[in-house]
């Protein structure tokens, strides 16, 4: 693959579609973030929890079509390295990332498992997974490879589905292997080594309407169309609201673990 202007660009594993971290653990590829695309509320909500803790080498990994990537460019950033393993997916990033114009940006068609020696040398200290750790079967294994490969001090920055009783038609169709609490989360981040400074549930307001679609209704389908409407009138709210409290549950789980 060609690589951005003055990055670099990483060649797919042989089969994309089923990529794996390296032991043989089909990871995510992609197929649930075109719907969330419209989604840019959401995401500057996502981003805003992160920021404060955001260091200037970062690394997205499943970054997808590059929507939550063209967010993390509007801070100051020296390098951000793309990872996606999705054939699909990876076609319509590095279009995108074309179009930044920076030459910090870098993508790579793989895992995170399989470029983490060569993102070693570049010193990363945030590591980005949002809507992704749920597809890696071994996500302790996981989280210690961003471990090893984070820069002393370094962080990482976990959005994860929350809570088993929610998992339905759609995360099996997409291929979640789980849905989180918040406490296994942070006791996995503690197996891999790393010290948790921040953790919080997050989007109270979509538990109830995520619990009917997809439990009790049975969909396997993210509408584009809902996601903009929720979107659009929910988040606002839904952003305030948990500004000013702690929601005791929700339907995503924000975890930063920083590398001790």
Same mark, same amino acid.
């Given at each position: ?28 590829? &992609? ?7 419209? @989604? ?21 990994? &499943? ?19 793309? %990872? ?59 989280? @210690? ?7 002393? &001090?370094?962080? %990482? ?32 981040? &503690?197996?891999?080594?790393?010290? %948790? ?45 948990? @500004? ?17």
């Amino acid at each position: 693959m060609d690589s951005l202007s003055g990055g670099r660009a990483t060649e797919p594993p042989a089969d994309p579609s089923a990529s794996s971290s390296g032991d043989g653990a089909v990871v995510y590829v &992609g197929r649930d973030l075109e719907a969330m695309s419209f @989604a840019e509320n959401y995401h500057r909500w996502i981003l805003d929890r992160f920021r404060p803790y955001l260091g200037r080498r970062l690394v997205e990994v &499943g970054a997808g079509s590059g929507t939550f990537s063209e967010l993390l460019l509007e801070g100051v950033v020296d390098s951000l390295d793309l %990872v996606e393993p999705s054939e699909a997916m990876y076609r319509l990033l590095e279009e995108r990332a074309r179009s930044f114009g920076r030459a910090a940006v870098a993508t790579h068609h793989t895992t995170f498992g399989q470029v983490a020696d060569r993102l070693r040398d570049s010193a990363p200290d945030s590591v980005i997974y949002v809507n992704v750790l749920e597809h890696v079967e071994d996500d302790v294994g996981e989280l @210690a490879t961003v471990h090893q490969t984070l820069s002393p &001090g370094g962080r %990482v920055f976990l959005f994860v589905p929350a809570f088993r009783w929610l998992y339905g038609a759609f995360d099996e169709q997409v291929g979640h292997y789980r849905r989180y609490t918040e406490g296994e989360l942070v006791e996995k981040c &503690g197996r891999a080594g790393f010290r %948790v400074v921040a953790s919080r549930y997050f989007d109270l307001f979509g538990v109830l309407p995520w619990w009917v679609k997809y439990r009790l209704l049975k969909s396997d389908a993210l509408e584009p169309g809902a996601v903009k409407l929720y979107d659009r009138w929910v988040v606002p709210v839904a952003r305030r609201l948990e @500004a000013r409290r702690r929601p005791p549950l929700g339907k995503n789980v924000l975890v930063v673990a920083e590398r001790s």
